[in-house]
Nanobody
Framework: QVQLVESGGGLVQPGGSLRLSCAASRSMFSNNIMGWYRQVLGKQREVVAT???????NYADSVKGRFTISRDNAKNSVYLQMNSLQPEDTAVYYC??????????????WGQGTQVTVSS
């Protein structure tokens, strides 16, 4: 079982920045996708950004140009640099890993979530 531990959330003013970190407790299959999702109470969880083990990234349209996802494979970690934060970015942010093993098996793990609040 892989544990994902997130850190870096908090309260920030509009226009400010935060950096989220997520560390996995152990190595995963070399073929994997790490990502960040967010959820507002009463709404569906949505993808924010993902990054493959090869470094290919994808972003939600709402965060393009403001957020940057990165990873450190040696540390089994993924990061989300969030700039120009707006009140609509307020949500619980979750780290996610999809790890692909042999025979088409996929293992998915979630972090416990970290609150990001953007408010003046």
């Amino acid at each position: 079982q892989v544990q994902l531990v997130e850190s870096g959330g908090g309260l920030v003013q509009p226009g400010g920045s935060l950096r989220l970190s997520c560390a996995a407790s152990r190595s995963m299959f070399s073929n994997n996708i790490m990502g960040w999702y967010r959820q507002v109470l009463g709404k569906q969880r949505e993808v924010v950004a993902t990054i493959t083990n090869g470094g290919s990234t994808n972003y939600a349209d709402s965060v393009k140009g403001r957020f940057t996802i990165s990873r450190d494979n040696a540390k089994n970690s993924v990061y989300l640099q969030m700039n120009s934060l707006q009140p609509e970015d307020t949500a619980v942010y979750y780290c996610n890993v999809k790890s692909f093993g042999s025979y088409g098996l996929m293992y998915e793990y979630w972090g416990q979530g970290t609150q990001v609040t953007v408010s003046s």
